[in-house]
């Protein structure tokens, strides 16, 4: 049998695929990126054929390349709480509403004042939020300001599954996916459905994350290569990151934050996302609103490539004072889920340049991971001096060298750099049989290759500014929320 994994990332901001041999030689690679539309405050919305016009030109590629019939299995991970509403031939009834979208924050804030922090953990294992992107917030406010496509919907899936059905004509989902509706059975939770009235009906039924559910058709030219239902890209990327084993702790960073450790343990932390067991592993996450997205932002309007602030962080040191930010663009995620927060810088002056500002903002960026971290540290009992990296915001030196300083905390990151694409690989192999456990499966194809450790001279100095920034953050608070209502 072929050895050859293929895995598949659809994220925030692009596709990125690539399929990965023993040992974890990337054969090919592909990456490519698509637009998101932001025709309103608080909107954010993507076009569901655009995720299928790259991912099939990434296995058209593959193909090209000599690759048919040389695969063994493949895996698709994706972003989740987006959600593209379907009628029942499986075609998009508006444009997928985005993570980063908050329209529905009303109709969160109405479900979740219905549910006590000790219903959510009966119910759901954990204390997990009703946010504005929670798959029932987003139904509600379909069903009440979009009732002609509530109509027509005949079911809500996230852009994997979405994906994975127009792939192999297979329509399922997976429970890790659906965590804010699934609870420690592994199946929906009815009484959670059950606040929006046909909720349940639309939901797509649920397979094992490592299930072999459908092969690839035909017109994919990579030949009938079995496809495993998969997960979310913040549980795969995790895992493929090394939250494989008890005990490890892991690093994604990407559009936006991701941070996660594995643990058996549960002491129920508000704000911390507990994953449903994968394979006996149970992960411990939360994701933040603007990590990459901050420095894109700030990329935008200083009107310099990511790229170019990316050289400009490396070659220039840090300066004092430094300018403070804090990164809630959009709101925040894990651990505060505050859809109101808003961003802003503090302590600017007049000598002040583009490179301090830009190191301001992955500080404050570094500063929204380490709050998350100390969340995830009470939820585990946990404690590591060591984080397993990897993703967009590890690429370049000054970005690893921040988030090791301001966290404390040695940083070593994954050499295909690519969490979601190796956890997907290894997710994919463990489902075609062979392995043994999670942890074997992700040795095949995880190799680390470069080491970030903090800086011990100025662990005072970011102990300080961390406990400005959760001052800052809570003084901006209120302010943010007078701003948007004038």
């Not at 698709?76 to 959600?83: A, D, E, G, M, Y």
């Not at 699934?182 to 994350?209: E, I, K, S, T």
């Not at 953050?473 to 943010?480: D, K, R, T, V, Y």
Request: aromatic fraction near 6%; hydrophobic fraction near 50%.
């Amino acid at each position: 049998m072929a050895e050859n994994v293929l895995g598949i990332d659809l994220g925030s901001t692009s596709v990125k695929a690539a399929v990965l041999a023993e040992g974890g030689a990337c054969l090919s690679r592909f990456a490519e990126g698509y637009a998101t539309a932001r025709p309103a405050a608080g909107v954010a919305e993507q076009d569901p054929d655009d995720w299928m016009r790259l991912i099939r030109a990434a296995l058209a590629q593959f193909a090209g390349e000599g690759l048919a019939g040389r695969i063994a299995v493949g895996c698709l991970t994706s972003q989740v709480n987006t959600h593209v509403f379907v009628d029942r031939a499986g075609k998009a009834l508006m444009p997928a509403i985005l993570w980063q979208d908050t329209r529905a924050k009303d109709e969160a804030a109405e479900l979740d004042a219905r549910l006590s922090i000790e219903q959510k953990i009966a119910l759901l294992g954990a204390p997990i939020p009703v946010d504005a992107s929670h798959p029932l917030a987003r139904m509600l406010w379909v069903a009440r300001h979009a009732p002609e496509v509530w109509a027509q919907t005949a079911h809500v899936l996230l852009p994997k599954d979405y994906c994975l059905f127009h792939l192999t004509g297979v329509l399922v989902s997976d429970p890790v996916s659906n965590f804010p509706v699934v609870g420690p059975a592994m199946g929906y939770v009815a009484q959670m459905l059950d606040l929006v009235p046909g909720a349940a009906a639309r939901m797509a039924p649920l397979a094992g994350v490592t299930d072999v559910i459908g092969q690839l058709r035909a017109e994919a030219g990579l030949g009938a290569v079995p496809m495993i239902a998969g997960t979310m890209d913040g549980f795969v990327g995790l895992f493929g990151g090394g939250t494989c084993r008890e005990g490890a702790v892991a690093y994604m960073s990407g559009t936006s934050e991701i941070l996660g450790i594995a643990a058996e343990r549960v002491n129920a932390v508000p704000g911390v996302v507990v994953f449903p067991k994968v394979q006996g592993l149970r992960v411990h996450a939360g994701p933040t609103q603007s990590g990459g997205a901050s420095l894109a932002w700030f990329s935008a309007i200083a009107g310099q490539p990511l790229d170019q602030v990316a050289a400009v962080l490396d070659a220039t040191p840090r300066r004092s004072p430094t300018p403070m930010f804090l990164p809630q663009l959009a709101g925040e995620r894990a651990p505060v889920w505050d859809a109101s927060l808003r961003g802003a810088f503090f302590g600017l002056d007049a000598g002040m340049g583009m490179a301090d500002l830009a190191r301001a903002v992955v500080e404050g960026v570094a500063m929204s991971g380490r709050h998350l971290l100390g969340a995830l540290e009470a939820s585990t009992s946990v404690v590591s001096d060591t984080l397993l990296c990897g993703g967009g915001g590890f690429r370049f030196h000054a970005g690893g060298q921040i988030r090791a300083d301001v966290l404390g905390r040695r940083l070593e990151r994954l050499a295909v750099n690519d969490p979601a694409v190796v956890g997907a690989a290894a997710l994919a192999a463990f489902g075609a049989g062979g392995q043994g456990s999670l942890a074997e499966a992700h040795a095949r194809f995880a190799r680390y290759d470069r080491v970030w450790e903090p800086d011990a001279q100025k662990r005072g100095l970011f102990d300080d500014l961390f406990g400005l920034y959760l001052e800052a953050m809570q003084s901006q608070a209120e302010i943010g929320r007078r701003l948007s209502r004038l």
